[in-house]
């Protein structure tokens, strides 16, 4: 018998699972995820599990891991300090694809070098103003090295490593090991997020382990890349910017292999979010632009996803313009009532009930804060620092902790950097109220809900006649704006076929007429004609309604709700090698490998040399991260040119892909 562990840290859950031999989910768990060190979520989660097999550690054969801490730091900008050394370019080039803007004032270098689109050398390498710029640098945690057509040479990349690391020890991402494509700003940004990235992953990699080997788990450890492929620890350690988006990917993968759909939209509903991606022939699409996190457009493949601000924690907010009123949902996410309550009964339920007690509704009723353990709270302002003086180690109402109304920006700014929690209605919440949830404090949520209903619209009335209407109000909410992203994901797809972006498409009152069956002189008929495949512990609550909306199948797999760690531990262990072959002067091919160009009088000679150093290099790399069975695919992409009646060889570009299952280790 073998067993695998997936798992996975989400927004508000970690979770983990066991799966024997690659067919069956023998056991699952969840844990609260700790933000301050996510391992520590990790290590519950793993050690709930075994509890609940009732396996011994050392039956556990391999382990693999999904994260979402490299997508949460480059969009709220986390990492540490880094530093480019940019060569052959011009200063004005650190303005191109927001290459400035992903330095956050860290130190760049713009050095003389490089080489031409041919591989040959543009000018030389200036060693003493790059030794010059390390003599003066401090506190550099990694250095991002990009040159100009390094994919075609990357003599002066190599060069400019070797030097950095004979001098100061300090890793060094360089852009050519990222991506074999053109573009050198847009190499460069991959470059500096990945070399602000190394420390952080390194350290949650080497938490994760030592987690295992307490639990007794001596197996290897895998991480999930963003195009859902595995690869092994010490890669993630080398290339963490290969794993954002690992935790939507890995949920398209457990997707897949739950229901064993060959096309289908996948939806995943976490605490903030909701991920829409697309699985055609059974796999999931890759995003050909490669993927963007953080407002950066990286060079990374990545499954194409779309996400929305959009989950089971996002706040309730009451629409107070018109006569009608109403509510939306999110984007920002904030800690259900139904689980402060849960940790902080005697606050909770007393500040509820003197609220409930009022005439009027306060502005912060049913709103709470809380300090979050173990995030450091360097360099805030003194309005910060007092009301983190005031909360201290409890939890508060806001009405209790907010004094003036210059606070209120003083705690946004809190909230933004992650020091500060605070809590209010969410759907969760909702779902308490109707019965669908169970998991935290109920009459906590129906409180909460009561005072909720209570705020008044633009006509004077109130917003709901009782916390049950309220609660089904935010439920319809949370479908219609599901329906919405799942039919703009839709439209997206079939981008060009009816003239309007996808977000109107959705919103155009034909298709919310279409939606409705319109019967009149014209009839009117709307439907996602795609299956959709629900995924996220509270799916089972939200996507039967979604389903009947958008008139599709829906399916709701078995074990839904832990769908991320699944796919972290049933795919493959997969690597791509890409090179090109361009013909400088008529009968000449050049082939761009690794330790530089050569040239050969024939074509197909000179693409043969070049598949076979890809196949050697991406054989071997699947191997060393621990793969078996491998399986070798080459894609060949030759550019001709039409010249005076004849076909001339322009230029060819040949990817080779390795896969292979992840070796088991026998206890």
Known sequence: MALALGVDTGGTYTDAVLIRDEREV????????????????????????????????????????????????LVEGQGGRVALIYVGFRDSDLEKHGLKEALKGDPALVLAG??????GEKQPLDLAALEAFLDSSTGISGYAVAAQFATRNPAHELEVARVITEKTGIPVTCSHHLSAKLN?????????????????????????????????????????????????????????????????????????????????????????????????????????????????RTMVEAVAMRTHGLGGDSQVHVMTEGLRGGIFLGPRRVLP????????????????????????????????????????????????????????????????????????????????RGVVQVCGVTPSDASHVLGRLNDWDGPAAHKALELFARKRIGSGEQLAKSAEALAQM??????????????????????????????ELARHILTQRGLNRHRGLVALDAALNVDVVGL???????????????????????????????????????????????????????????????????????????????????EAAVRDAGAEDIRVTVDRDIRMARVEAQEVFVEALITVEASGRPRVAIG
């Open 114 to 119: 490089g080489h031409n689109h041919a591989g």
């Open 184 to 296: 050198g700003p847009k190499r460069a940004v991959t470059a500096v997020l990945n070399a602000r990235l190394i420390g952080m992953i390194d350290r949650l990699i080497g938490r994760a382990q030592d987690q295992l080997r307490v639990q007794g788990i001596t197996a290897p450890m895998m991480v999930v890349r963003g195009d859902g492929a595995l690869m092994s620890a010490e890669q993630a350690r080398e290339r963490p910017i290969e794993t954002i988006l690992s935790g939507p990917a890995a949920s398209i993968v457990g997707a897949r292999w739950l229901t064993e759909v060959d096309d289908a939209l996948v939806t995943d509903i976490g605490g903030t979010t909701t991920d829409v991606a697309l699985i055609r022939n059974g796999k999931p699409a890759i995003d050909p632009a490669g993927a963007q996190v953080g407002g950066f």
């Open 337 to 416: 009532v139904s689980l402060i309550a849960a940790e902080a009964p005697e606050v909770v339920h007393a500040a509820l009930d003197e609220q409930l007690r009022a005439t009027t509704v306060g502005e912060h009723d049913t709103r709470f804060a809380r300090r979050v353990p173990g995030v450091p709270a360097d360099g805030v302002g003194p309005r910060e620092a007092a009301l983190l003086d005031r909360l201290g180690d409890q939890v508060l109402p806001l009405s209790a902790l907010l004094q003036t109304r210059m606070e209120h920006g003083a705690l946004s700014r809190l909230v933004d």
């Open 474 to 503: 935010i439920v319809d909410q949370l479908t219609e704006q599901t329906s919405l992203t799942l039919l703009e994901t839709a439209f997206a797809e079939e981008t060009g076929q009816f003239g309007l972006p996808a977000p």
């Open 26 to 73: 023998i056991a699952w768990a969840k844990s609260l995820t700790t933000r301050a060190d996510l391992a520590i979520g990790v290590g519950r989660a793993i050690s709930a599990v075994l509890q609940d097999a009732r396996v011994s550690p050392d039956q556990i054969g391999l382990a693999s891991l999904s994260t979402t801490l490299a997508t949460n730091a």
């Open 536 to 618: 996220g512990a509270s799916a089972p609550s939200y996507y039967p309604a979604v389903g009947d909306r958008l008139h599709c199948n829906m399916i709701l797999p078995e074990h839904a709700g832990v769908a991320n760690a699944i796919g972290a531990v049933v795919g493959r262990l997969t690597l791509r090698r890409s090179g090109t072959v361009t013909s400088p002067s008529e009968g000449r091919y050049r082939v761009h490998l690794g330790d530089g160009p050569q040239d050969f009088s024939e074509s197909e000679t000179a693409l043969s040399v070049l598949e076979a150093a890809l196949k050697g290099e991406a």
